[in-house]
């Protein structure tokens, strides 16, 4: 997990000095290790300087993408959408891989979410295309 900054607009903020250097650090993109080392603190102190940042909504939690198994992947959402629509799905798969500019070895869940996006827009069967998308995202979990 990793913390970046967030835009801050016109509202005033109270942050002691640990949290103030901290935030910096985030947004210098240092890794939780990086700043526990930079500002020598111990894990109760970072903690509650990173909370102070959240509470202000200073910064956002994420989570590093995880890439899955994209010949799994692939294979699935293939045959899962040829129940649909039948066999053009491996060709709409292909074509939504190569638009979305998707490496078909490397599938982030994030890319994997938006091609089950476009690829239900192409089913036009309410009832497939909801089966299609609850099938899916039970894969991206």
């Known amino acids: 997990m990793q913390f970046i900054p967030k835009k801050i607009g016109n509202k005033t903020y109270t942050l002691n000095g640990i949290s103030l250097r901290v935030l910096h650090l985030i947004h210098q993109k240092k890794s939780i290790e990086e700043i526990k080392k930079t500002v020598s603190l111990t894990n109760e102190k970072l903690n509650n300087a990173l909370n102070q940042l959240l509470e202000n909504e200073l910064i956002d939690k994420v989570f590093r993408e995880k890439s899955l198994s994209s010949k799994k ?69």
């Open 73 to 141: 992947f692939t294979n699935l959402v293939k045959k899962n959408l040829a129940k649909a629509i039948g066999p053009l799905a491996e060709y709409l798969v292909e074509d939504v891989c190569s638009e979305l500019k998707i490496d078909s070895e490397k599938i982030t869940k994030n890319q994997a979410a938006s091609m089950i996006r476009f690829l239900s827009e192409e089913i036009k069967d309410n009832t497939l295309k909801i089966n299609f998308i609850k099938t899916m995202n039970q894969f991206l979990k």
